[in-house]
């Protein structure tokens, strides 16, 4: 019987004019043609597969996020006080490691830094990491105490990544709290160097240490649960570094002056246009050069950062950058009245790297996220951005980031905030995609 005769066939005969019986064939034949997912208009309401959260010991773990959610936010605070510059992540890497060894892990450090606390699951030949970087932008010296001012806590680094690390901890505990046994083993990580010039090497070192055994990588990174980061944004990092003789001002002057030079071929390079698609950006971040103000300086250096979309594009401006400090070398040399002292010497180190990736659509890990999503009623944006997940993303390795909840701003700022009003939704969302993707040990099979 085909589609038409079986609508046909339920409807009383008698009460139907050409007309309808024309609607009605036509409909039947539209709905009997193929049809890509992408046109159906209402995709069929289905009720919740089920999922982790159904099992009673998740349920008592969500309950125990509800209940210490303010003593979450109490580590926050001493965490985010303890000064932890990427390279210098030690000692606020021993407080995690000893707020971590309430939850039933097997804890080490490894020698970049990195705090692991392992988590067995019934079996170790698969492996899922929930990892939260250490460190923080602000150089050491900068003062961290944390203001309370009204719902908020506002301190450089309490967000990012303040948030993450106290929902590590936070999360380690509860299925630690609830006697979860998992399927695969959990590794909870405390890594350092995902910052600036940190480059990303914790999670580097932590990706080849585990890569065989390695399922999936769930990165927690600041606060909020709107987003979901699947799509690595990938960055490079260069340092150009002009040198001279150098020499008196006044006595000296018309010999070639790498400061002049720099701002001669970075005035060149903020001239040169960048497409807006695929969104390409670049950022001249820190300059420095020069002793004193009546010295010609013999050393001039210049910080950048490039991003794009689309990687072609960050060589693209790579080359650039290159191209114009070498013609803004020249220009000073051509310009100097002097050039018997020396010349200029100048060069671009490549001082960070963030490869590319993404994460595709139909994933284990990102259905894991959307169930705990779907679960709390919460709905989540997927995001472009370059964090410790481009790692195992450029690997072919299934990874997130996500924040941990609660709403913060002004990352990388001294006027960084966070409110942790709601943060509970946010623990809930990493406990429950982490234990999606680690699967329950079976009660038959302990
Ligand atoms: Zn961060």
Redesign the pocket.
Known sequence: MSSAQHVLGNLPAARLSLGTVKRLALCAILFAMPMRSSVAPHPPRRSRPASVADQPQVRNALAWLEKNVERITDIQVDLTEIPAPSFQESKRAEEVKRLLSGAGLSLQTDKLGNVIGEFPGATDKEVVILAA?LDTVFPAGTEINVRREGGRLIAPGIS??GT?LAGLIGVARAIHAAHIRPQRTILFAANVG??GEGNLRGMRALIDAYQPKLRAVIVL??SGIDHVTTKALASRRLEVIITGPGGHSWSDFGIPNPINALVRGSVRFINTKVPTTPRTTFNLGQIEGGTSVNSIPYEAKLKVDLRSEDEDEIARMENALRECIAAGVKDEMDNARDRSRGRLDWKVNLIGSRPGGELSADSPLLVALRSADDFLGNKSRIERSS?DANIPLSLGIDAIAIGAGGNGGG?HSLQEWYEPAGREVGLKRVLLTLLETSGLASEKNP
């Open positions: 970087h990012d990544n993450g995902e910052e990174d600041g964090t990352a």
